[in-house]
C-alpha cells in the first residue's frame, strides 16, 4: 500500500458521503490518471432513478468524457466497497489498469468474495487488484448507515 493509494481513498471516502447525504448506500468511487483525478463518482441508484448509478459506474462516465475515450487503459479505479458484478464488467470493458478498493462485499462483491467477475480465468484483460486499503472505515460508513436504517 502507498501513501498515494490512502490519499486517493480518502477522496473516495468524501464521495461515499455525498452519497450518504443523498440518502444512498454510502459507496464513492475516483478515477485518477498519471496522479490527476479524472473522474469522481458516488452511488445515485435511488436519486437518478437509475439501476446502474453506482459510484463506479458514475466515475467512469465522467472519466470517459475527461479522457476522451470509453478505454482507461492507463487510469486506476479507487472505490470504498468491493466492487458488484456490473461494475466489475464495465471496469474491464473500460480496461482499467488497478483497481483499489476498501471493504469486502461478501453478498454482492465481484472481485472475490463472492463471485470473480474481475480476472476471470477466461478474460482476455487482467487487471491489477489492491483490496483492504483504509478497510475499516470504509466498513464503518456503511455499517453505520445500515445501522440508522433499521
Do not use: W
Not at 12 to 29: F, I, S, Y
Not at 77 to 95: D, F, K, N, Q, S
Not at 101 to 108: L, N, R, T
Amino acid at each position: 500500500m502507498s501513501h498515494s493509494d490512502e490519499l486517493f481513498m480518502e477522496e473516495a471516502l468524501r464521495e461515499a458521503q455525498r452519497a450518504q447525504m443523498l440518502g444512498e448506500v454510502p459507496v464513492g468511487a475516483v478515477i485518477v490518471q498519471n496522479g490527476h483525478i479524472v473522474g469522481r463518482g458516488c452511488n445515485r441508484p435511488i436519486t437518478n432513478h437509475d439501476p446502474t448509478a453506482h459510484a463506479e459506474m458514475q466515475a467512469l462516465r465522467e472519466a470517459g468524457l475527461v479522457v476522451g475515450n470509453y478505454r482507461l487503459p492507463d487510469c486506476e479505479l479507487y472505490v470504498t466497497v468491493e466492487p458488484c458484478a456490473m461494475c466489475a464488467g464495465a471496469i474491464t470493458h473500460a480496461r482499467i489498469r488497478r483497481l483499489i478498493y476498501g471493504a469486502e462485499d461478501p453478498k454482492a462483491g465481484a472481485v472475490h468474495s463472492m463471485l470473480q467477475v474481475l480476472n476471470h480465468p477466461k478474460l482476455n484483460h487482467q487487471i491489477e487488484v489492491t483490496g483492504g486499503i483504509l478497510a475499516a472505515r470504509c466498513m464503518d460508513l456503511l455499517q453505520a448507515f445500515f445501522r440508522n436504517r433499521r
